[in-house]
């Protein structure tokens, strides 16, 4: 259990750790080069989360695996769904009735394409999560 009493030190350690690469992207997204190419945090947190997983993660304590894997699974899913809070009606209202279809179509597409490239090309179980 990551909150045990035991396990909760080192699981609020791996969301801490989890929460400075957060900070991180964010300080690196207001730098002047970065802001005038118009990259965003978000694309550095990922940039972040892939060299983690490359290079950092063998060295980190497994002790904070917990934390870590409690905030990919449990804080980003709650994080997505603030964000998309902050979409208002008028905003969907102001792309107008095609702006709507043709995001429809696109994230449509991505999740058949998504599918059948898995299933298919990369032999994927259908039923995988």
Known sequence: MPF???????????ILFVALFGLSSMYLAEISWVVKSGISSLVIAIVLGIFYSNTLRPH???E??????YSSKQILRLAIIL?????????IASI?????????????????LGSVIGT??????????
């Open 4 to 14: 045990s009493k035991e396990n909760r030190h080192h699981t609020f350690n791996g």
């Open 60 to 62: 980190l304590p497994t």
């Open 64 to 69: 904070w695996n917990p934390g870590i894997h």
């Open 83 to 91: 964000y998309g809070f902050r979409v208002t009606f008028q905003e």
């Open 96 to 112: 107008g009735l095609t702006g709507l279809i043709l995001d429809a179509i696109v994230v449509g597409s991505t999740l058949v």
């Open 120 to 129: 298919k090309i990369f032999k994927l179980d259908r039923d995988i999560n």
